[in-house]
């Protein structure tokens, strides 16, 4: 079945420095991917969405200079987290729909998630 | 705004136990609603997902109804086994090429 790729699954990183996280679809075309992010018990937070070739849609909140999103191709999206700081640290989640048509019936697939902690 | 309320846990059942995870949401259109499944260690996938009212979404001995008139989606499972432990995550999508909106998760703890 489709798989989402996402890299790497674990990063610790000194306060101050830039982490790139990157997020891959393996067998299909992701139009669309979006980024989340997860706080310990709570729910996933949905951070941007990301189109190809084009800039990415930020919710609310979300600082765009500070996670800044590239969606290059068809099958990667990366984001960078830019000066991290220790309330940084969370668990990012991407996850692509298949671009393959079907709207919203189309499958949105998830990756694994990288767990981020900024000392 | 839209929005997905569900149960806190965790939820603790022993092996055969029925299971039901509360979940209701709001919303300003006609969503469609799922549920997902995190097993230890992996991500997030697809359990059920139901896209118009009354439907009833099913999987794995999983089942939910969408409730229009109650807003609810809840899961339910006749008789849960210890391969179910896992964080349960309950969604909505206003549209096509929208983003999930989920419910903060329920862990669900299944002992033999």
């Known amino acids: 079945g489709a798989v989402v790729s996402q890299h790497p699954s674990r990063v610790i990183c000194k306060s101050g420095t830039s982490v790139k996280i990157e997020c891959r679809s393996l067998?299909?075309?992701?139009?669309?991917m979006f980024w989340y992010r997860q706080f310990p018990k709570q729910s996933l937070m949905l951070m941007a969405t990301?189109?190809?070739?084009?800039?990415?849609?930020?919710e609310q909140g979300v600082e765009k200079d500070k996670f800044l999103i590239n969606h290059a191709s068809l099958t990667l999206s990366t984001l960078t987290v830019t000066s991290a700081h220790p309330e940084d640290s969370s668990f990012y989640i991407c996850?692509?729909?298949?671009?393959?048509?079907?709207?919203?019936?189309?499958?949105?697939?998830f990756g694994n998630g990288t767990r981020l902690t900024v000392t | 705004g839209n929005s997905v309320t569900q149960m806190e846990g965790p939820v603790t059942l022993s092996e055969e136990a029925f299971l039901t995870i509360n979940c209701t949401y709001t919303?300003?259109?006609?969503?469609?609603l799922f549920w997902y499944v995190q097993y230890p260690g992996e991500g997030l996938q697809l359990l059920l997902k139901?896209?118009?009212?009354?439907d009833k979404g099913s999987n794995k001995g999983f089942e939910a109804t969408y409730r229009k008139e109650t807003t609810s989606f809840h899961l339910e499972k006749g008789s849960v086994q210890v391969s179910d432990s896992a964080v349960y995550f309950c969604?909505?999508?206003?549209?096509?090429?929208?983003?999930?909106?989920f419910g903060k998760g329920t862990t669900l703890s299944v002992s033999s």
């Open positions: 996850s692509a729909r298949d671009g393959g048509g079907g709207g919203i019936n189309s499958p949105l697939h």
């Open positions: 919303a300003t259109g006609y969503p469609s």
């Open positions: 067998d299909f075309q992701a139009t669309t």
């Open positions: 139901a896209t118009k009212a009354d």
């Open positions: 969604a909505l999508s206003e549209g096509a090429g929208t983003a999930l909106i």
């Open positions: 990301s189109n190809e070739g084009s800039k990415a849609t930020y």
